[in-house]
C-alpha cells in the first residue's frame, strides 16, 4: 500500500510539469480577423471607386447615423454588466442586484465575475492541485477529500481560457488533461483500495 501512495505522489508531481508545455496560442484568431478586415476594406473601396457616379450626399446623412447608433448600442451593450441587463429586464430584482446606478450587491458582483472564471481557472487548477499535494504529505488516510480536490482541479483546467479568449488549444494542454485525469483515476482507485482495507479489518 506504500509504493501505491508513492506512486500517487510521484503522479501528482508529474502533473506540475506539464505546466511548461506550450498551452495556447492566442495570434492565430486575431490574424485571421485582420485578414478579413483587409479583405472587406479592399472591397469596399473597390466599390466606392465603380459607384463614382452615385450621389455622396445621400450616403453620407441617414446611413451614418442609423450606423453611429447601431454602433453606440453596441458600445452600451458591451460596457454593461450581467447585472445590470438581468435588472434591467427584471425590475422586480433590481432592489436585490442594482438598487442604484453604479451600486452593486453582493450577489451582482458574484453574477458579473462569473463570466471571467475561465480566465482565472488555470489559477483555481494549481491552486487545488497543490492542495491536494500537500494532503498527500500530512494525511494519506484522506483520500476522500483528495479525490475531491482532485476532481475540481481537473475540471477547472477543462473549462480554463486565456482572458482573450480569441486562442487556439495546443498539444500541451491536452497532455495535462490526460495527465491529471490518470491521477484522478489512479486516486480514486487507491481510494476504493482503502476502503477494502478497511472492510477486511474491521470484518
Given at each position: 500500500?506504500?509504493?501505491?501512495?508513492?506512486?500517487?505522489?510521484?503522479?501528482?508531481?508529474?502533473?506540475?510539469?506539464?505546466?511548461?508545455?506550450?498551452?495556447?496560442?492566442?495570434?492565430?484568431?486575431?490574424?485571421?480577423?485582420?485578414?478579413?478586415?483587409?479583405?472587406?476594406?479592399?472591397?469596399?473601396?473597390?466599390?466606392?471607386?465603380?459607384?463614382?457616379?452615385?450621389?455622396?450626399?445621400?450616403?453620407?446623412n441617414?446611413?451614418?447615423?442609423?450606423?453611429?447608433?447601431?454602433?453606440n448600442?453596441?458600445?452600451?451593450?458591451?460596457e454593461?454588466?450581467?447585472?445590470?441587463?438581468i435588472?434591467?429586464?427584471?425590475?422586480?430584482?433590481?432592489?436585490?442586484?442594482?438598487?442604484?446606478?453604479?451600486t452593486?450587491s453582493?450577489?451582482a458582483m458574484?453574477?458579473?465575475?462569473?463570466?471571467?472564471?475561465?480566465?482565472?481557472?488555470?489559477?483555481?487548477?494549481?491552486?487545488?492541485?497543490?492542495?491536494?499535494?500537500?494532503?498527500?504529505?500530512?494525511?494519506?488516510?484522506?483520500?476522500?477529500?483528495?479525490?475531491?480536490?482532485?476532481?475540481?482541479?481537473?475540471?477547472?483546467?477543462?473549462?480554463?481560457?486565456?482572458?482573450?479568449?480569441?486562442?487556439?488549444?495546443?498539444?500541451?494542454?491536452?497532455?495535462?488533461?490526460?495527465?491529471?485525469?490518470?491521477?484522478?483515476?489512479?486516486?480514486?482507485?487507491?481510494?476504493?483500495?482503502?476502503?477494502?482495507?478497511?472492510?477486511k479489518?474491521?470484518?
Open positions: 500500500m506504500n509504493k501505491i501512495f508513492k506512486y500517487s505522489k510521484l503522479l501528482h508531481w508529474f502533473t506540475f510539469l506539464c505546466l511548461l508545455l506550450p498551452f495556447f496560442y492566442t495570434g492565430c484568431k486575431e490574424e485571421k480577423e485582420t485578414i478579413q478586415q483587409t479583405e472587406i476594406d479592399s472591397t469596399i473601396s473597390n466599390i466606392e471607386t465603380i459607384d463614382s457616379s452615385v450621389d455622396s450626399s445621400k450616403l453620407s441617414e446611413p451614418k447615423e442609423t450606423i453611429d447608433k447601431t454602433d448600442s453596441r458600445k452600451d451593450d458591451k454593461e454588466m450581467p447585472s445590470q441587463i435588472s434591467r429586464e427584471y425590475p422586480f430584482l433590481r432592489l436585490i442586484l442594482v438598487s442604484k446606478k453604479d452593486f453582493g450577489l458574484l453574477i458579473d465575475t462569473g463570466k471571467y472564471v475561465t480566465a482565472f481557472s488555470i489559477f483555481l487548477y494549481v491552486l487545488l492541485s497543490i492542495l491536494g499535494l500537500i494532503v498527500k504529505y500530512i494525511d494519506r488516510n484522506a483520500i476522500k477529500p483528495i479525490v475531491i480536490i482532485e476532481t475540481l482541479s481537473l475540471l477547472c483546467l477543462i473549462i480554463s481560457r486565456p482572458i482573450s479568449y480569441n486562442c487556439e488549444i495546443l498539444w500541451g494542454f491536452w497532455i495535462a488533461v490526460v495527465l491529471v485525469s490518470i491521477s484522478t483515476i489512479f486516486d480514486i482507485y487507491v481510494f476504493t483500495k482503502v476502503l477494502e482495507n478497511k472492510s479489518g474491521f470484518a
